[in-house]
């Protein structure tokens, strides 16, 4: 999947790109399923909000084979690859839960401003590309993005180790609104398979859920090669090591194993 000048000339300006329809319902059912099973264990890559509901599952493209087919798909890492003119590593891979009821919030923040305080990645040529496995809808926490908020650099941010179970560098509420005054606030929503990119500066957040709704996310960090992590600080399964390239695996390679999951399954 190759992007439209047009396309990448609203990813440059606005630092984000929406992709509805990228994957089918068959490939992301299986990707439901299996991550349902995640949530289940007590591996401690599942981090589990203050109420013990799930929160995300880091790095399941390690030990899971529907997400491994995921995290080298060629719809998310050819546009990513044709942003950034070079080959990707996976920098972290999360599935992010916003459970039905008990999903809490993402406060406002930059992903590159963690990247670069936690993980010394030198520059912002890295970024999120989320899948969504539910219906993402304005009620159930949608991300909320900042749209021209990456033009802005790394803007100063506070370590927030108390309002949820995950720490974050989160932003003030005057840099938030100055942004806000630029830019607005867009919350893509759209079907299950859905794809959203945005850029690694690009200030984000989502409020929690509270309806009986489940909104989950699988979101890959794809970093450039040769934008590796130089001073990580965190777990490998956070933020990973294996600066190795990706290679894509074929278009039909997640529709195929969706396929003998579900025959293996009858
Ligand atoms: O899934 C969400 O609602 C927000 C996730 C997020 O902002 C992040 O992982 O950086």
């Known amino acids: 999947m190759q992007l439209t000048p047009q396309q ?3 990813f440059h300006d606005e630092g984000w790109l929406f992709l509805p329809g990228c994957f089918a319902e068959a490939e992301v059912a299986l990707l439901r399923d299996e991550a349902e099973g995640i949530y289940k264990t007590n591996r401690q890559e599942v981090w589990r909000e203050k109420t013990g509901a799930p929160r995300t599952a880091f790095a399941a493209h390690t030990y899971n084979e529907a997400f491994r087919l995921l995290g080298s798909h060629p ?3 050819r546009p990513v690859e044709q942003v950034f003119g070079e080959q990707l590593y996976m920098h972290q891979y999360k599935i ?5 009821f008990e999903g809490d919030v993402w406060q406002w923040h930059q992903d590159y401003g963690t990247w670069a305080r936690d993980d010394g990645m030198a520059e912002p040529r890295a970024m999120n590309i989320a899948v969504f496995m539910d219906e993402v809808m304005p009620i159930n926490g949608p991300l909320m993005l900042v749209p021209k908020s990456h033009k802005h650099g790394v803007l100063s941010a506070g370590h927030d180790l108390e309002t949820t179970s995950y720490p974050l560098w989160t932003l003030d509420n005057d840099t938030v609104t100055r942004l806000v005054d630029e830019g607005g606030i867009v919350a893509p929503t759209g079907k299950p398979g859905s794809v959203l990119m945005f850029h690694g500066n690009l200030v984000h957040a989502s409020a929690p859920n509270i309806t ?3 909104r989950r996310i699988v979101y890959l960090t794809l970093c450039a090669v040769s934008n590796y992590i130089r001073k990580p600080t965190r777990p490998e399964w956070i933020a990973h090591r294996d600066f190795r390239p990706i290679e894509p695996v074929a278009d039909s390679a997640l529709m195929d194993y969706a396929a003998a999951h579900k025959l293996a399954a009858e």
């Not at 992010?96 to 039905?100: D, G």
Request: proline share 14%; net charge positive; aromatic share 8%.
């Open 8 to 10: 990448l000339g609203q």
């Open 75 to 77: 719809r998310l890492i």
């Open 96 to 100: 992010n839960a916003k459970a039905a």
């Open 212 to 214: 009986p709704y489940p």
